[in-house]
């Protein structure tokens, strides 16, 4: 059973502070990493796709990657109220079309 | 630019009531996917449909059908609904044409079995 496990929060950080939201995967052979936002009542919303080890920087947003520790993270800095959501990792499955998503971490920026 | 839409965004069922989830994409995209949300247990695979004419089973099939009707659209059905399949449905398309690309999520459509 290929598994992605998250924190499921809350993550409390004040305004102006960077996140740090994590995600670990048991599959070895997994290829493709994703970062999605979801606001509440709402569809998951892409943010960060990853695909070899080492950081990517997208605007406010840096994914990392660690395929050796199978451990995938994001950085989200100078948080907004606006970045309250709950943060899903997503992993592809080796040999298949299919992905596997964590339970998702609830991310609270106070203002 | 629409992606990936789907009808109807609610429904009310009664237990042993059948209906059909519907789901298009105009992104060309070769795969599609069916996902239940529940509190706490993040997204779950239904079924799936690697390219148009396949379909297969993911985590959580049991109570439910798909057709992969054409290229864009994909739908779900139940034949007869139980509370337990009260959930948020999402549906979702992707084109995995070498490394795998992210799937576009479509609005979802929350159903609730009385």
């Known amino acids: 059973q290929k598994e992605v496990e998250q924190n499921s929060g809350p993550l409390s950080v004040p305004e102006g502070a960077i996140a740090s939201l994590n995600c670990t995967y048991s599959?070895?052979?997994?290829?493709?990493f994703f970062w999605y936002r979801q606001y509440s009542g709402k569809s998951p919303e892409l943010i960060m796709s990853?695909?070899?080890?080492g950081d990517k920087e997208d605007g406010r947003f840096t994914a990392q990657l660690n395929k050796a520790s199978q451990y995938v993270s994001l950085l989200i800095r100078d948080s907004q109220p606006s970045d309250s959501a709950t943060y899903l990792c997503a992993v592809t499955v080796s040999g298949t079309y299919k992905y596997i998503f964590g339970t998702g971490t609830r991310l609270k920026v106070l203002a | 630019n629409a992606g990936v839409t789907q009808t109807p965004k609610f429904q009310v069922l009664k237990t042993g009531q059948s209906m059909t989830l519907q789901c298009a994409q105009d992104?060309?995209?070769?795969?599609m996917y069916w996902y239940r949300q529940d509190p706490g247990m993040g997204l779950r695979l239904i079924y799936y449909s690697a390219s148009e004419g396949t379909t297969d089973k993911g985590e959580v099939p049991n109570g439910y059908n798909v057709s992969r009707l054409n290229k864009r659209e994909f739908s779900l059905r139940l034949e007869s609904a139980a509370p337990s399949q009260t959930s948020v449905y999402f549906c979702?398309?992707?084109?995995?044409?070498?490394?795998?690309?992210?799937?576009?999520f479509g609005d979802g459509t929350r159903l609730s079995i009385l």
């Open positions: 992104m060309n995209h070769n795969s």
């Open positions: 990853i695909y070899s080890n």
């Open positions: 599959d070895r052979g997994s290829q493709s």
């Open positions: 979702a398309s992707s084109d995995p044409a070498g490394l795998n690309q992210p799937q576009h």
